[in-house]
């Protein structure tokens, strides 16, 4: 306590800022009973000053200590104690405002630090930054951190924003990246994974985003188009360490051992080609046997269609005929690879995932096929799919590679396993298009003798004639504008639920068959198809399906891959009363047949034999299909209500979900 009159001998020591001082000089109000209360001014006998408020002879209530160094404090004291907020003020220029406990620095406050920019902003404990706060280093605040601390170094979760543009959003401990992390150089780089001591430490991504070289056209070409180097494996102390993968931007791509950035011991070489070269590497070239060339061999594509060669065949002799076929239009078909994969509207990031690749995706692919007038019942996007998943299955070698040397883990993180059936965003290669196009024309023209004549059928009466021309009239997504798309696209997660609702199923549940694909008496379950519709070929479609035996791959696919009818569909928006009032069934069926069938008619055919062929309440969709459908219904009851976009068509729908 805090006394004047001496003759009464009261205690002369004050506990301030755990500093031992007495009163020599005091000028202000007192109690009846001698002692400080109310306002006063105090000078200490170490030369400190006190100017504020007084109860019982303590220094309590808001006023301001001034220390003989310089320091100032003004704010808040409790009992003798600097507690509650306040502002600390030092003689280097250095400010704090905020929060304060017993003197120190202690909840939420700011602190600006002398001599330079440096501010930080958030959480104290015991006068150290701890908790979540967020520094600046700059004037121009573009160099910052967000996120954790602990005892005054970064802990946790948080984001660093260099000066240069690198940016870093992760984990840390003691002032170092750790955990998982993203760390990205400018627009040029992109490392994606583990860290440990402030360096990449375990499985990671590690993307160049850049062109190739200055100057490089970021336009989807396929001389000059951007498809990124990838590497994905193993790190150790920020280098390519242990077993990983790299894609390079050529479609080539290393996958096997690494030491010290550099390809070593066991690997897997693929050419851009598609041919495949095994065996070991030292300090990143191929150690090769006598009389071994490094290379791809041959001019064409190389074709991993063993499993569709029949016993009798000369292989060598079919896959030789099928390379050549594909060599001779070669040209047409880059142009045709290069035009469908600048769809933006079909990209990656419409399906909410990540992009480091101008590849073409299967999302495009399926778009090139319907343009093309592919898909039919007894050739559906779903038998199309299954034969993608063994397009984007890796070689042969590349999976016993994976099962010696990498973990269950690791083999994941590189891109093994086969892909979901049905998911848009498979990255398909030049070579692995060529390689879908055997197969579809395999599906397709079975009618036909050979290999050969369907490949060729295939490109000549569909692809070729159609692709290019029908790329300069898009499918009705690409008419609407980038926002518009992009509107869709934030609204297809809350649409999910939806869909499961309608298939009755569950998101990450297992596959069953649902209701309409037990059809003409047959039980047996038959794969979900897209365009797949009752006809008189429906029975040829069932055996069709016994034939392939695919019943087993049904029930094994993913949500993705689950189909719904279009009955079930329009019964669920018609309860939900989703739709409006202006919008009949008629039209409300018409809008998911175009979105499951643009571009599978010829435009020979008149609407009515269209309408007539097509319009079938059993008809199946897949989830793209039925976001495009929603969509078109938006558009009709916003050309009804004379509208200039249909988002808000679509905002009234989301509300309603």
């Known amino acids: 306590m805090l006394y004047a009159d001496k003759a009464k001998q009261p205690p002369s020591v004050v506990n301030l800022e755990t500093q031992e001082v007495t009163v020599s000089k005091y000028e202000g109000s007192r109690a009846v009973d001698g002692l400080f209360e109310g306002a006063g001014h105090a000078v200490f006998t170490s030369g400190n000053t006190y100017n504020g408020l007084f109860q019982r002879g303590q220094i309590h209530g808001q006023g301001k200590y001034v220390w003989t160094d310089g320091l100032v404090y003004t704010g808040i004291f409790m009992n003798n104690q600097i507690s509650g907020t306040g502002i600390y003020e030092w003689p280097s220029g250095a400010t704090y405002e905020g929060d304060v406990s017993n003197g120190k620095r202690h909840g939420f406050g700011t602190m600006r630090f002398a001599g330079s920019h440096v501010v930080y902003t958030g959480q104290w404990q015991d006068s150290k930054r701890h908790g979540q706060g967020k520094m600046l280093y700059d004037k121009a605040e573009k160099c910052f951190y967000e996120g954790g601390w602990q005892t005054n170094l970064k802990h946790g979760q948080g984001t660093m924003h260099y000066s240069s543009g690198n940016t870093y959003t992760g984990g840390w401990e003691a002032d170092q990246k750790q955990g998982q992390?993203?760390?990205?150089?400018?627009?040029?780089?992109?490392?994606?994974?583990?860290?440990?001591?402030?360096?990449?430490?375990?499985?990671?991504?590690?993307?160049?985003?850049?062109?190739?070289?200055?100057?490089?056209?970021t336009v989807s070409n396929h001389a000059f188009f951007l498809r990124h180097n990838r590497y994905e494996g193993m790190f150790k102390d920020g280098q390519r360490h242990g077993y990983g993968a790299l894609y390079y931007a050529t479609g080539a791509s290393y996958e096997g051992e690494w030491q010290r950035d550099q390809k070593h011991?066991?690997?897997?070489?693929?050419?851009?080609?598609?041919?495949?070269?095994?065996?070991?590497?030292?300090?990143?070239?191929?150690?090769?046997?006598?009389?071994?060339?490094?290379?791809?061999?041959?001019?064409?594509?190389?074709?991993?269609?063993?499993?569709?060669?029949?016993?009798?065949d000369n292989k060598q002799a079919v896959l030789t005929a099928l390379s050549n076929e594909l060599l001779c239009v070669n040209t047409e078909l880059r142009v045709v690879y290069d035009a469908y994969s600048g769809r933006q509207g079909?990209?990656?990031?419409?399906?909410?995932?990540?992009e480091h690749s101008a590849a073409l995706t299967s999302a495009q692919l399926w778009l090139l096929l319907r343009?093309?007038?592919?898909?039919?019942?007894?050739?559906?996007?779903?038998?199309?799919?299954?034969?993608?998943?063994?397009?984007?299955?890796?070689?042969?070698?590349?999976?016993?590679?994976?099962?010696?040397?990498?973990?269950?883990?690791?083999?994941?993180?590189?891109?093994?396993?086969?892909?979901?059936?049905?998911?848009?965003?498979?990255?398909?290669?030049?070579?692995?298009?060529?390689?879908?196009?055997?197969?579809i024309a395999h599906l397709k023209f079975r009618h036909l003798p050979s290999m050969q004549q369907r490949l060729h059928q295939l490109l000549h009466t569909l692809i070729l004639p159609h692709a290019i021309k029908n790329n300069k009239s898009n499918l009705w997504l690409q008419h609407q504008s980038d926002a518009d798309v992009q509107a869709l696209s934030a609204s297809t997660a809350a649409l999910q639920p939806l869909f499961f609702q309608i298939a009755q199923l569950e998101p990450n549940s297992s596959w069953t068959a649902p209701a309409e694909s037990v059809r003409d008496g047959n039980n047996r379950d038959s794969a979900p198809s897209t365009c797949t519709h009752n006809s008189?070929?429906?029975?040829?479609?069932?055996?069709?399906?016994?034939?392939?035996?695919?019943?087993?791959?049904?029930?094994?696919?993913?949500?993705?891959?689950?189909?719904?009818?279009?009955?079930?569909?329009?019964?669920?928006l018609q309860k939900r009363r989703l739709l409006g009032a202006g919008i009949s069934t008629q039209q409300a069926l018409q809008a998911f047949q175009n979105a499951c069938y643009a571009g599978c008619r010829t435009e020979e055919a008149g609407p009515a034999d269209s309408l007539a062929d097509i319009l079938n309440l059993d008809s199946t969709m897949i989830f793209p299909e039925f976001v495009e459908g929603l969509a078109r219904c938006c558009a009709l009851e916003a050309r009804q209500g004379e509208q200039d976009s249909w988002v808000s068509q679509l905002n009234v729908m989301m509300t309603k979900l």
């Open 181 to 217: 992390g993203c760390m990205q150089w400018g627009e040029g780089e992109q490392y994606t994974g583990q860290w440990a001591n402030g360096l990449q430490n375990g499985i990671g991504q590690h993307v160049w985003i850049q062109p190739a070289f200055p100057g490089a056209r």
């Open 346 to 354: 079909q990209r990656p990031w419409a399906w909410g995932q990540p």
């Open 536 to 572: 008189p070929q429906a029975n040829s479609n069932a055996s069709k399906a016994a034939e392939l035996d695919r019943n087993d791959q049904a029930r094994q696919l993913s949500w993705t891959s689950t189909s719904i009818s279009l009955r079930r569909v329009l019964q669920t």
């Open 371 to 439: 343009e093309c007038n592919v898909p039919e019942p007894d050739c559906s996007l779903a038998y199309i799919n299954m034969a993608l998943a063994q397009v984007c299955s890796p070689p042969p070698q590349v999976k016993r590679l994976r099962s010696e040397l990498a973990s269950s883990e690791l083999a994941v993180a590189v891109g093994g396993g086969v892909p979901p059936l049905h998911t848009p965003t498979c990255q398909l290669l030049f070579w692995d298009f060529c390689e879908a196009l055997v197969r």
């Open 265 to 312: 011991g066991q690997g897997v070489f693929t050419f851009e080609n598609g041919t495949v070269f095994g065996g070991m590497f030292a300090e990143d070239q191929a150690v090769l046997k006598e009389g071994q060339a490094w290379g791809p061999v041959g001019l064409g594509v190389k074709l991993r269609v063993h499993d569709l060669l029949e016993d009798g």
